[in-house]
T-cell receptor, first 114, second 112 residues
Framework: NAGVTQTPKFQVLKTGQSMTLQCAQD?????MYWYRQDPGMGLRLIYY???????DKGEVPNGYNVSRLNKREFSLRLESAAPSQTSVYFC?????????????FGPGTRLTVT | GENVEQHPSTLSVQEGDSAVIKCTYS??????FPWYKQELGKGPQLIIDIRSNVGEKKDQRIAVTLNKTAKHFSLHITETQPEDSAVYFC???????????FGTGTSLTVIP
């Protein structure tokens, strides 16, 4: 039982390049989330998926797209990376969307855009 | 949207002492307040939470208090141990959606 896994762990991109961050969970959770973590700013929600087949914007969705591929997998795509997207990205999942359900976080992807 | 402020940003305590981290929130409709612990190189992990209809909650050495009138809540860690060293985040859910608003984090160091 691996919990929430993310790939890659580290990535360096040049401005304008695209990439997809992958996330998978093996806890049969319905809801999944993507956050970014910047120094001095805490975690901010980018997108979330309440259940398979649905996605919604969070606090900072601009410059990102997501795909809920199936119940297990939720990917985050940067179409044209910008230096402002340098951050640590965390994927999380929870049994249901209601906030009182515990969110389980992956280990993170550290992305640098030069 | 909700604005969560967290203090202090860094905190050092001697092993065995207590540590207190404080957060304030702006949206009086917020009704759920979790605390997360993030160890180096790992994702955050929920350690305790409190709902707005409760004033205090304890779990072994960890407690959280909530003052709805003043719109602040605090994390208390007693008998600190070196393994408590981590970054701690508070968060608030404003009850108008499904997302949390996080504080900026407190880096706690417990000195053996």
């Amino acid at each position: 039982n691996a919990g929430v896994t993310q790939t890659p762990k580290f990535q360096v991109l040049k401005t304008g390049q695209s990439m997809t961050l992958q996330c998978a969970q093996d806890m049969n959770h319905n809801s999944m989330y993507w956050y970014r973590q910047d120094p001095g700013m805490g975690l901010r929600l980018i997108y979330y998926s309440a259940s398979e087949g649905t996605t919604d914007k969070g606090e900072v969705p601009n410059g990102y797209n997501v795909s809920r591929l199936n119940k297990r997998e939720f990917s985050l795509r940067l179409e044209s990376a910008a230096p402002s997207q340098t951050s640590v990205y965390f994927c999380a999942s929870s049994r249901e969307i209601h906030p009182t359900y515990e969110q389980y976080f992956g280990p993170g992807t550290r992305l640098t855009v030069t | 949207g909700e604005n969560v402020e967290q203090h202090p940003s860094t905190l050092s305590v001697q092993e065995g002492d207590s540590a207190v981290i404080k957060c304030t929130y702006s949206d009086s409709a917020s009704n759920y307040f979790p605390w997360y612990k993030q160890e180096l190189g790992k994702g955050p992990q929920l350690i305790i939470d409190i709902r707005s209809n409760v004033g205090e909650k304890k779990d072994q050495r960890i407690a959280v208090t909530l003052n709805k009138t003043a719109k602040h809540f605090s994390l208390h860690i007693t008998e600190t141990q070196p393994e408590d060293s981590a970054v701690y985040f508070c968060a608030a859910n404003p009850n108008t959606g499904n997302q949390f608003y996080f504080g900026t984090g407190t880096s706690l160091t417990v000195i053996p």
